[in-house]
């Protein structure tokens, strides 16, 4: 069983960043795939970035191209997700994810999920 624990969320201005971390415990941390997904209100859980087990192949979703980059360190079991260029569209529950499958993910493809943490970014 891993346990996955999200941080660094939180309020930010447009334009501004921010940096999620999300720590593992529990498991091998370098035999799983590792993604981010994010919801917002009354939306679904959508797919962000996800990252290879060695973090030698990233996959981004569109939104996020060119302003998000994830990243991970094997021998701190995290993951990080640097958010540059934060849009009031950002604005969501980000989730970190862990997957044997690499990849650009769906939900269904996902064995663990962390708890969650709140990003807002006003206009």
């Known amino acids: 069983q891993v346990q996955l624990v999200e941080s660094g969320g939180g309020l930010v201005q447009a334009g501004g960043s921010l940096r999620l971390s999300c720590a593992a415990s529990?498991?091998?941390?370098?035999?799983?795939?590792m993604a981010w997904f994010r919801q917002a209100p009354g939306k679904e859980r959508d797919f962000v970035a996800s990252?290879?087990?060695?973090?030698?192949?990233?996959y981004y979703a569109d939104s996020v191209k060119g302003r998000f980059t994830i990243s991970r360190d094997n021998a701190k079991n995290t993951v990080y997700l640097q958010m540059n260029s934060l849009k009031p569209e950002d604005t969501a529950v980000y989730y970190c994810?862990?997957?044997?499958?690499?990849?650009?993910?769906?939900?269904?493809?996902?064995?663990?999920w962390g708890q969650g943490t709140q990003v807002t970014v006003s206009s």
């Open positions: 529990g498991g091998t941390f370098s035999a799983y795939a």
């Open positions: 994810a862990a997957s044997l499958i690499p990849g650009i993910m769906s939900r269904t493809m996902i064995r663990y």
């Open positions: 990252i290879a087990r060695s973090g030698g192949n990233q």
